[in-house]
């Protein structure tokens, strides 16, 4: 069931309508100025702009047949996670169990956006896997590590809720856990296999993980790095000290995996890494699988290049060919195709 064409046009046609309203906005009464994603002004007044569309019920697709429901993991944070259960499972048939965390540079986006939940919709129908995609908090207002705390809470909440929550008990398979994200969330998703190399979960099998188009940087240019500051480039460094205030710069490995001694200690034992030719990220995405292959880790690590496509294009465009390429990627990436 691909997405319907007029999605991507719908999708491109709000997005100028967006790009044009927040070009308007006056550079000269902002303190911090993060556009597309938010912004800061003189008077303290912060105001999010992408990822602010209204938000999608849990419930059935009637697309994909896939069914979702919002999972609290702490009433007190609002952490939740909206778990996804594809459709025609025999009874007790065990398919993989996908953590997905959303991308939005650690301030905007939730799992409740309408592009993550289509996605993640389509996702599960065509690969056939649970899915358990996280909301975290977001900076400014809970600033790094506060995003790394609540998504790795609620993969020990799923971890521990495969005897207690109807559809992971029926159907998730332990033994095939993945990670995955975007952008943020594909930052997040590597530091989750850090941890949970150092923390294991009993009974819980870290198998691959896939970073699509990560969110890196460093403090030295690298590849095409230059040419791309007005791109996006430019931004990475100042929104990473803006997420992150402890931070000591754009090579603290929480950033700079590249500067990580410790990358070697990963979980699980491949990473699918995909990247786009436009993106502004694009050369950290490869320089993440340079480094891994010669940190001494022990799996496989491989990255897809997309010619001619931008950040998050996949969400953008989600029924172009190049959007179901790289479905397809992920599809045999989680069936071990």
Not at 200 to 205: A, E, G, W
Request: glycine fraction near 6%; proline fraction near 7%.
């Amino acid at each position: 069931h691909p997405p319907p064409p007029n999605m991507d046009e719908a999708i491109k046609a709000k997005m100028e309508e967006f790009m044009a309203s927040i070009a308007a906005i006056n550079s000269d009464d902002l303190l911090h100025d993060f556009r597309p994603f938010l912004v800061v002004y003189k008077d303290g007044r912060l105001r999010r702009l992408l990822g602010t569309e209204d938000p999608l019920p849990a419930g059935s697709d009637g697309l994909t047949g896939v069914e979702s429901k919002d999972v609290v993991v702490s009433p007190e944070t609002g952490v939740f996670f909206r778990l996804y259960r594809p459709p025609n499972l025999s009874p007790n048939q065990k398919v993989p169990l996908l953590i997905y965390i959303h991308g939005g540079g650690f301030c905007i986006e939730s799992a409740k956006s309408p592009l993550y939940h289509h996605h993640l919709n389509s996702l599960s129908s065509k690969a056939n896997v649970i899915i358990a995609s996280v909301d975290y908090r977001l900076a400014p207002e809970f600033p790094l590590p506060t995003a790394y705390d609540d998504v790795w809470s609620a993969i020990e909440f799923v971890a521990a809720a495969s005897a207690s929550d109807p559809w992971l008990k029926e159907h998730a398979d332990y033994s095939k856990v993945f990670f995955a994200g975007d952008s943020a969330g594909a930052n997040i998703a590597h530091h989750m296999a850090k941890r949970i190399a150092n923390q294991p979960l009993p009974n819980f099998t870290l198998n691959g993980v896939v970073l699509i188009n990560p969110f890196f940087w460093g403090e030295e240019r690298i590849g095409s790095e230059r040419l791309r500051e007005q791109s996006g480039a430019g931004m990475a460094a100042r929104l990473w000290k803006f997420v992150c205030p402890g931070t000591n710069g754009a090579d603290d490995p929480l950033i700079n995996p590249a500067k990580d001694p410790e990358l070697a200690k990963l979980g699980g034992s491949k990473v699918l890494v995909l990247v786009a030719e436009k993106d502004a990220l694009r050369d950290r995405g490869v320089l993440y699988k340079e480094t891994l292959e010669k940190s001494g880790w022990k799996g496989a690590v491989e990255v897809v290049e997309t010619a001619e496509e931008d950040h998050v294009f996949h969400l953008m465009k989600p029924s172009s060919a190049n959007a179901a390429e790289l479905m397809n990627r992920l599809v045999a990436f989680f069936n071990h195709q």
